[in-house]
């Protein structure tokens, strides 16, 4: 079996790709993930609600990721 030595990384390999330090989403990138992210956040919100079927842990978990889903939108707006 030969083996062949090569610096650069092949196609598909895992090698990560380093992004320059000042890198900004563009406008329309950071809408449709700050929305999608609010949306899941609130959609979790809603399934927690007292009258929703499910146990109270379970929505008290339901709680919790909703709230992790909205601070998570607003910080992909802000950066």
Same mark, same amino acid.
């Given at each position: 079996? *030969? ?6 990384? &092949? ?21 449709? +993930? $700050? ?12 399934? $927690?609600? *007292?009258?929703?079927? +499910? $146990? ?7 709680? +919790? ?8 939108? *607003?910080? &992909?707006?802000?950066?």
């Amino acid at each position: 079996m *030969a083996t062949t030595s090569s610096s650069e990384p &092949r196609p598909g390999s895992d090698a990560q790709v380093e992004l320059p330090q000042n890198y900004k989403d563009c406008l329309a990138c950071r809408v449709v +993930g $700050s929305v999608a992210l609010g949306g899941v956040g609130i959609y979790a919100l809603n399934q $927690s609600r *007292a009258h929703a079927p +499910g $146990s109270v842990v379970g929505k008290r978990i339901m709680a +919790g990721l909703g709230v992790c889903f909205l601070v998570a939108s *607003a910080l &992909r707006w802000t950066k």
